[in-house]
């Protein structure tokens, strides 16, 4: 199939997919996927999966949802499907769910390692200005996917802690960029990571975290978040505020009926407490009347 066509039928799909169709969507795309059963270097597969992780990292709001999807399409993946350039460690070809999770590990790897610094335009009405924003938006989302594929064991805590160690390493002149990633990954994994099992490695990170918050090279900004980061842990990852995540249209339809039944509830209680207070001033009234009537 032309490649051209066959990312077009992708993106379609992609770009419709919500809560609500999640199911019938999925099982289209991992339909797509299994077309890759008639080719021996798993094209369409990897193609898939690529498009897949380039739509998570530009869409963040609907992380964990694609995470999810990535789950779902290692476990549903045709065992047929296999790509003869890639060998498992039994020295077999790799096929069905290793081979997604080849895929993309090695699409995660690539694009974290192309890493999304950008000088930000002054002109802030520019084209190159929300370019830069979107650069900057996608490195976020593919930081935030890494972390919700590791909660969900898709990846392992070996390749976060590389992820994490990478980061960490300048910590005298630090990209920004870098650490605003590396806070977002550590507040993603942080509970799940910062056990005893990782725990002298973690604590080393956040040695070198506590020693960049007094970094003057670093904006008062960014000095902030890291102490915020630092405060994160001390709360055992609890976050304040925690997002809510997107709703469906049922669920939203649900709020609406639920405020409905409270508004008309408020509104009867209203009318009762009127009707009350209005027999409360006809008692006093009439109690009035029968004092003036005795007198």
């Known amino acids: ?57 530009d869409e963040r709001t609907w992380m964990k949802m694609y995470a999810n999807l990535f789950l779902k399409l290692i476990s549903k993946i045709s065992n047929d499907v296999q790509d003869h350039s890639e060998r498992s460690k039994s020295g077999g070809y790799l096929s069905g769910g290793s081979l997604v999770r080849k895929y993309l590990l090695q699409k ?42 590791y909660l969900l064991d898709v990846l392992t805590a070996h390749i976060i802690m590389s992820s994490l160690r990478r ?37 080393l990170y956040f040695e070198r975290i506590k020693s960049m918050t007094t970094n003057e090279n670093l904006s008062s900004r960014i000095r902030l978040l890291l102490m915020n980061t630092i405060e994160l842990r001390k709360r055992r990852w609890e976050v304040r505020h925690a997002e809510e995540a997107p709703k469906s249209i049922a669920q939203l339809h649900q709020d609406m009926e639920r405020e409905k039944l409270a508004k008309q509830a408020r509104s009867s209680s209203g009318r009762r407490n009127e009707s009350n207070e209005h027999r409360g001033r006809r008692d006093i009234d009439a109690r009035n009347i029968r004092r003036e009537a005795a007198q």
Request: charged share 35%.
């Open 1 to 57: 199939m032309d490649e051209k066509v066959f990312k077009r039928r992708i993106m379609a799909l992609l770009n419709i997919i919500t809560p609500d169709n999640y199911d019938a969507v999925s099982d289209d795309l991992i339909e797509w996927g299994n077309k890759s059963v008639k080719e021996t270097d798993g094209r369409i597969l990897r193609k898939l999966v690529q498009l897949l992780v380039e739509k998570t990292a």
């Open 108 to 149: 995660c790897q690539e694009d974290f390692e192309r890493g999304w610094k950008v000088d930000m335009p002054e002109a802030k009405q520019s084209e190159e200005f929300y370019d830069a924003l979107a650069i900057k938006r996608r490195g976020l989302g593919l930081v935030e996917l890494i972390g919700e594929l």
């Open 167 to 203: 980061m960490l390493t300048n910590i005298e002149t630090p990209e920004k960029e870098v650490l605003e990633s590396m806070m977002k990954l550590l507040s993603t994994v942080g509970k799940k990571l910062d056990t005893l099992e990782h725990k002298t490695e973690v604590n």
